[in-house]
């Protein structure tokens, strides 16, 4: 069974930065995409970022594009989140996750096999 991490998540004014970082443990981990999902209150869980395992490959949502980065370090099993120009709609729980197999980019929650705890984000103006 694989498990996932984060951490990194606190509080920080508009215009600050975090990052974000998602460790994988248990068995063999070789997946084929990693995630990031945000929650922020009475709202749907989003997508925000993913990156291919094996190539680096990155995607972002429109949102979030040119100021976050997401990266990835194979030999920790581990992920990363850079955040910065952060804006109070950011201000949301963060998930990372993982599949083991093919999907497309932006995929909503559902195509994914591991889930993190989360790792609360806000942002004050």
């Known amino acids: 069974q694989v498990q996932l991490v984060e951490s990194g998540g606190g509080l920080v004014q508009a215009g600050g930065s975090l990052r974000l970082s998602c460790a994988a443990s248990?068995?063999?981990?070789?997946?084929?995409?990693m995630v990031w999902f945000r929650q922020a209150p009475g709202k749907e869980r989003e997508f925000v970022a993913s990156?291919?395992?094996?190539?680096?490959?990155?995607y972002y949502a429109g949102s979030v594009k040119g100021r976050f980065t997401i990266s990835r370090d194979n030999a920790k099993n581990t992920v990363y989140l850079q955040m910065n120009s952060l804006k109070p709609e950011d201000t949301a729980v963060y998930y990372c996750?993982?599949?083991?197999?093919?999907?497309?980019?932006?995929?909503?929650?559902?195509?994914?096999?591991?889930w993190g705890q989360g790792t609360q984000v806000t942002v004050s103006s």
């Open positions: 248990g068995r063999t981990f070789s997946p084929y995409v």
């Open positions: 996750a993982a599949s083991t197999g093919w999907v497309p980019w932006g995929a909503s929650r559902g195509a994914y096999d591991y």
């Open positions: 990156i291919t395992w094996s190539g680096g490959n990155t």
